[in-house]
């Protein structure tokens, strides 16, 4: 049962922290930035890749019938008229005429007055912000434009602009590309039903609300797997998907009392849609989706289907039987992911050294899986007589794990750093270490340091990671 305990970190400190250890910048920040796009630093990306693969390798790679594609994020526009995206992938949107800020109609009512208008008609919105005469958070005016539909997709051209161009958008869901490939997919890998195929790309939407640091971006990336089952049975599938879903998050180091699920109202659920459970996350700002799970039906191989002409029923030879297969489909968000690590991950503590002095640091508790570096390698001065052992000792442990090696600063504050990245382990060389080939190890969150032989070094790596990951996923 989910509690209201909201994790005490602001958004505040989690974007300086991103910025100035490198997790995630501003985007274009040179020229003021362009709102609701960020870039990742060295350390966002390593984390990122290793969501994704940790994602893959669980669903992809451990799974006899799920398989991969990767698709491109130009479609021919025929797709999304199709798919009902052209006429159905709309925000309702709302300008302040004193201010010219816009707004997201729905989500300006549930930030004012607390109601979820998710889904709710332009009509029924215009009502409500009448009703409770929501001003605008800008300016504080009441004076709206009515509520309008906006289309989320973001178009471009291709060919020359002043000839015939051929008007086409950004995939604004990954999905789409699987029911594309489905037909092809199924037959040259032989996959019977029931089978999922997974993707990991990227998808734009022209979004209206403002972000929220890296919730909520016009350029996102989601990891979604198309599960194509026979229609009759997917209720038992759905479960196992939600618990599915909520498993791979809490691999990310997430407590559960962070997370709850909720059932989508029918007026909320996407055009495509006959059932969707979110799992949403206890952002410092609310709890907010973060994840998405819909039993779309037939909807969108029978839509295709009609729309091509194209046959794409499957076979079912043990009934002899044609049928178009329903689709269960789990969805991730790479970004949001990776925020709620950053966010439920960052810690802040008093600390005592062997002399008695007290001090704070502040700690990224990574799971060792997400982890940017696992170990850093650190010589305990720049003396040159420690570079030697200490270059030989980092080019072992990089052999095998993403490592770092620092040399600066006094050793006091390379740890620092390192808790602040979230380094698990830092190995230490000092001038012991040329007499008795042993290195310090030292443990991120006891701080406990261990002596051990350099022959011994990544077997005790190993098991302390181990250790660690163990340790914090309970
Ligand atoms: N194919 C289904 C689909 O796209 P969705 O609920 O619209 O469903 C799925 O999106 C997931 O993608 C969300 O749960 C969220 O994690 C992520 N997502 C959607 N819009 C986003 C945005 N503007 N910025 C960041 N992540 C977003």
Redesign the pocket.
């Known amino acids: 049962m989910a509690d209201e305990r909201a994790p005490q970190v602001s958004m505040d400190t989690i974007v300086s922290l991103s910025k100035r250890r490198g997790f995630v910048f501003q985007g274009s920040e040179l020229y003021g930035g362009l709102a609701n796009t960020w870039d990742y630093g060295p350390l966002g990306t390593e984390m990122r890749r290793n969501i994704k693969d940790l994602w893959w390798q669980r669903f992809v790679h451990q799974r006899a019938n799920i398989v991969g594609m990767d698709g491109s994020i130009l479609l021919n526009p025929r797709v999304w008229e199709v798919s009902g995206h052209v006429s159905e992938f709309n925000d309702p949107e709302i300008d302040c005429r004193v201010c010219n800020s816009r707004f997201r109609a729905d989500t300006l009512i549930e930030d004012r007055v607390g109601i979820n208008a998710d889904g709710k008609s332009v009509e029924e919105l215009n009502a409500l912000i009448t009703e409770h005469e929501i001003k605008c958070p800008t300016c504080g005016n009441y004076d709206w434009t009515p509520a309008r539909k906006f289309n989320l997709m973001f178009q471009t051209q291709i060919g020359p602009v002043d000839e015939s161009a051929t008007e086409v958008y950004l995939r604004p869901?990954t999905?789409q590309s699987i029911f594309m490939q489905y037909r092809n997919i199924q037959l040259s890998s032989r996959q019977r039903i029931p089978f999922g195929v997974a993707q990991i790309g990227k998808a734009f939407?022209n979004?209206v609300t403002p972000g929220n640091f890296i919730?909520?971006?016009l350029e996102?990336e989601?990891m979604?797997i198309e599960y194509f089952i026979d229609g009759d049975n997917w209720e038992p599938v759905f479960e196992e998907w939600l618990e599915e879903q909520q498993a791979f998050v809490r691999s990310l180091g997430i407590s559960a009392e962070h997370l709850r699920a909720r059932e989508h109202e029918p007026d909320e659920l996407s055009h495509y849609s006959k059932r969707t459970v979110?799992l949403e996350y206890l952002f410092p700002f609310g709890w907010k989706?973060?994840?998405?799970l819909?039993y779309r039906g037939d909807y969108d191989l029978r839509m295709h289907q009609e729309g091509s002409g194209t046959n794409l029923t499957y076979f079912d030879q043990a009934n002899d039987r044609h049928f178009i297969p329903h689709v269960v489909?789990p969805?991730?968000?790479v970004?949001?992911l990776l925020l709620i690590v950053l966010i439920e991950s960052y810690a802040e503590e008093e600390t005592v050294d062997a002399n008695g002095k007290a001090s704070s640091r502040t700690v990224m508790r990574f799971v060792p899986e997400v982890a940017p570096y696992k170990v850093a390698v650190l010589p305990l001065s720049r003396k040159p007589e420690l570079a030697g052992t200490a270059g030989e000792v980092f080019d072992k442990v990089r052999e095998r794990y993403v490592a770092e090696y620092d040399e600066t600063q006094n050793i006091g504050r390379r740890y620092r750093r390192q808790d602040e990245i979230g380094t698990p382990l830092c190995v230490t060389v000092d001038f012991d270490t040329l007499d008795d080939n042993a290195v310090t190890v030292r443990d991120r969150d006891t701080m406990e340091q261990v002596r051990v032989p350099i022959s011994e070094l990544l077997p005790t790596l190993d098991e302390q990671l181990n250790k660690m990951s163990a340790r914090l996923l309970g």
């Open positions: 869901e999905a939407r979004e919730f909520r971006l996102l989601q979604e979110d989706e973060l994840t998405g819909a489909e969805t991730f968000g970004d949001r």
